[in-house]
């Protein structure tokens, strides 16, 4: 479901339908007519109660545990009724989520608040061995009793038995080494750990990232240091911490409650940090190249592939935040965004304006790509349109540098409408010099030329062999067609990662 604005840049890159709205129902017309209406007082709404209001005259909806009545919304919707109606009744976070998450659903619908979901009480049944089944009543998402034997029965999903992670740590006069190591099935060659957090002088709170799970590191030091530096191989996760004064201490200091704690992937607790601009370079006509450095402490090697979520600091926008997907890390402290411009687009107009030293709010880190997954395939192809270069030209820095890959090849079909468009050609370049086996292929759609002219076809694709790993980034219609093409062309849908955002 989409709450997008009408004539918004977003409506138009991401391929949804729009619909015909009826005259005086544009995006003004919606902010002058809830400017006129009174909020009620919010109250305790159940699933049930949300469920009733399903139909076209009494629609209610659900996003992030706030329920709106959305009925008058309906004939505003630049998506139609239809597709609105898919989160009739319903808690449709995930369904907004999918398509337009940053846009300010709150300011846009603050008026029409019904209240608050709540959870009705649970009832759980245990199996306890040598004991009868116990009802155990609860609201929470665990729920936990201790049986004779005294070992603790805990309810709810239990996560993948890899990786594990284990900590331990060691100290000289000079220093004291904190570490995680992460064990991971032996099939996953590749075990490569990133992070993310903050480190104070005198506290630590970083999330290890390895594969689909984070481990939590969240700690008041015994004294405060004089600097730290980070070691970080494929087994284990180092903090070095350099003492002010060179003499023992009795601990590393004090774990907090939940240091040392596993957290699944799906664990979308999003870290808020400030950067500052460091550089902000034009890379072509309508693309910039920002720097960004990290600032209060907060220090990250971003996992591959993820997103950091630019905060619009204009409160008053229907427009919350917008992700960018991490184009390169330089060191900890240091990343790099590639962005383009859209004439009309709000976040779009607000990153390539920014200036040296200029402070922006973010939110870090949402998914990643697993290195393994592509190691398992001898033959990589990517197809990317436009900014859809930005994950991919961080692997394949990757793939560079890993010797595990050397007998991989790996072609890149980059989808462009003129030379000009062309993002970091000279970047390509070099990560081309230095992996042997890297086929790099440019197409155009809007300009003649010697090269391969067009959109993405069957014909393009003629001579890589159904078997190889296909990953894709790009607009979203460009990343529909490449599906299609590829499943006619006999691709399996497990050959093929699909980079959204």
Known sequence: MSFLLPASPQAVSNGKKKVALKPGHGLMDWVRFKSKIRPSQPRRITQQELGLHNKLGDVWTAINGAVYDITTYVDYHPGGAEELMRGAGIDSTDLFNEVHKWVNFQNMLKEFLVGYLVQQPKTTILKVPGQTSLTVPGSGSQTSLTVPHNKPIVTGPLLPPAPKFSYDSYQTERCFTLIVYGKIAMSNKIRRSFFYGTISKKAIRVFIHCLDRKFLLDLQLFAEFQKFEIRNSNLKFELVIHK??????????????????????????????????????????????????????????????????????????????????????????????????????????????????????????????????????????????????????????????????????????????????????????????????LDINHILSQESWSGLTGRIELLHLKRFSSESLFLICGPKLFMEKSVAVLLEKGVSKSNMIEFNG
Not at 258 to 287: A, G, M, P, Q, R
Not at 308 to 319: A, E, M, R, T
Not at 368 to 388: C, P, Q, R, S
């Open 244 to 437: 002010q004064q060179e003499k023992l201490w009795p601990s590393e200091g004090t774990h907090l409650s939940n240091s040392k704690t596993t957290y699944s992937e799906k664990f979308n607790n999003l870290e808020s940090f400030e950067v500052c601009c460091t550089e902000n370079v034009i890379v072509t006509h309508d693309s910039r190249l920002l720097t960004f450095k990290f600032l209060n402490d907060f220090y990250a090697i971003p996992p591959l592939g993820s997103h950091v979520f630019v905060k619009n600091p204009d409160k008053n926008s229907l427009i919350d935040k917008k992700p960018y997907t991490v184009y390169d890390v330089i060191d900890q402290s240091t990343f790099q965004l590639l962005v383009k411009q859209y004439e009309e687009g709000v976040m779009s107009t607000y990153m390539c304006s920014l200036q040296s030293n200029q402070t922006v709010k973010m939110q870090g880190f949402d998914h990643f790509i697993d290195l393994n997954t592509l190691h398992k395939n001898n033959n990589i192809v990517v197809l990317a349109a436009g900014t859809g270069i930005t994950p991919f030209y961080r692997i394949m820095k990757e793939l560079s540098a890993n010797k595990l890959f050397k007998d991989h090849t790996c072609s890149l079909m980059f989808y462009n409408k003129t030379q000009e468009d062309i993002l970091v050609k000279d970047q390509l370049k070099e990560l081309q010099d230095k992996i042997v086996k």
